[in-house]
């Protein structure tokens, strides 16, 4: 196999689903992108004549890359405060839907031992064979077959019954901004489950709920005490957009904080509000939208 002289070209090629798969092991873009090129070192290190299938020797290297970071990150999430949400990854049209791991669905990958995540990742949604995860986290294929069971078992819970069509996701997620910011409670009311659960990620460096708010009437009582403290403010940014395979939205909200809220919605109503505040984890989406003032851009 003839390969060019510093691999450039093959592992160019290779990157996006590295960092796909580095993201959803790690549920940070930061770290994902810091382990990719952790993997591009050893690329270059590696003898690559001897290297038949670039794409397993990689993402073999990620994972175990992936594995090592996932022992501190654990350690660091014991102690965040508040909730702790994955970095939402915004959608561009062209690669929306390509592993069918919504933002729900990584929250339940959370739940999973380090093993257990990257045999269901590496198996059930990057397609890799068995034996090859098997030999990737150094464990017998039978041993790999109970972990990817027991995975799946437990993302499974957490898929939708009826995934939400794009366009009445986009209708839902635009009513919810519309409501909140007007104060229109009975407009609110009728698109919020009796369970809903809002989730809000500020990591100790903006206001942030740090508990979970659960139930229907506790979230419009939220919702109604804002509007009478804030009172109503038109948006200084609305971007609907897709956020980790959900309907949602980047918006500067009352308190001058760019954020980023995205919704699971069953039987046309919201069922949870996941709201990312914490400055550290949206760097990322101000550079691809290009927000003037969003973190570390307004002075």
């Excluded at 790690?26 to 270059?44: C, I, K, N, T």
């Excluded at 290297?61 to 965040?80: G, N, P």
Aim: proline fraction near 5%.
């Amino acid at each position: 196999m003839s390969l060019p002289d510093d691999g450039t070209q093959i592992f160019e090629t290779h990157r996006p689903r590295l960092v796909r798969l580095a993201y959803r092991m790690l549920g940070s873009v930061a770290e994902a992108e810091d382990v990719v090129q952790d993997a591009w070192l050893r690329w270059q290190q590696a003898d690559r004549t001897a290297v038949d299938t670039p794409a397993a020797f990689l993402s073999r290297i990620v994972t175990r890359l992936c594995l090592d970071v996932m022992k501190s990150a654990r350690s660091r999430r014991e102690t965040y405060v508040g909730s702790w949400l994955p970095e939402p990854m915004i959608e561009e049209p062209d690669e929306m839907d390509q592993d069918d791991l919504t933002l729900t669905l990584m929250l339940a990958l959370e739940r999973l031992s380090p093993l257990e995540r990257a045999a269901f990742l590496l198996h059930d949604v990057f397609g890799v064979p068995l034996d090859e995860v098997a030999a990737t986290v150094e464990r017998e294929p039978a041993a790999v077959r109970q972990l990817a069971a027991r995975a799946r078992k437990h993302v499974q819970d957490s898929r939708p019954r009826f995934p939400v069509a794009r366009d009445e996701g986009s209708r839902i997620a635009e009513a919810f901004f519309v409501a909140t910011r007007s104060g229109d409670t009975n407009a609110l009311r009728s698109i919020l489950a009796q369970n809903v659960v809002i989730r809000s990620d500020g990591g100790g460096k903006v206001l942030a709920f740090l508990n979970p708010i659960v139930g229907l009437e506790r979230v419009l009582r939220l919702y109604e005490g804002l509007s009478r403290k804030l009172g109503i403010k038109k948006a200084d940014t609305f971007e609907p957009m897709r956020i980790d395979g959900l309907p949602g939205y980047v918006s500067f909200e009352r308190d001058n904080v760019f954020q980023t809220t995205a919704f699971a919605i069953e039987d046309g109503k919201i069922t949870e509000i996941y709201i990312t505040r914490n400055p550290d984890k949206l760097r990322h989406v101000a550079e691809a939208l290009s927000v003037s003032g969003a973190p570390e851009t307004r002075h």
